[in-house]
């Protein structure tokens, strides 16, 4: 069985990068969210096994809605989108919970790597 993730970017542009990179790698994309207080309420709703997560979001920001996730799973796995030059919330994400960090322009094979890393722990 592929590991169930969600999708959460402000960007459709960055999501559909994103779901392509996982669906040709096996991963079962179940859901997409673009703002935090979305992908809070997606998460509940669909239990994936993993996030891809935006840092930067209109509503809520990907740090705002990792910490709101972790309330109430703490054994939810994340892993952080961010662009160049946001290494200081990158640090923050991984202090509250994130399992690992992707940087945009997405690169196929570092995504692959943090995924399959991130679900076999």
Do not use: H
Request: charged content about 25%; some cysteine.
């Amino acid at each position: 069985m592929s590991a169930k993730v969600l999708v959460v970017d402000d960007a459709a542009f960055m999501r559909m990068m994103i779901k392509d990179i996982l669906t040709k790698n096996g991963y079962d994309v179940v859901g997409e969210a673009e703002n935090g207080a979305d992908a809070v309420a997606k998460y509940r709703e669909l239990t994936p096994d993993l996030v891809t997560l935006d840092i930067t979001m209109p509503e809520m920001d990907g740090l705002a809605a990792l910490k709101e996730i972790r309330s109430f799973d703490s054994n939810a796995k994340v892993i952080m989108c961010s662009a160049m030059g946001q290494q200081a919330m990158v640090i923050d994400a991984i202090q509250a919970g994130a399992k690992d960090f992707i940087v945009k322009p997405f690169n196929a094979e570092r995504v692959i790597e943090a995924v399959s890393k991130t679900v076999a722990q």
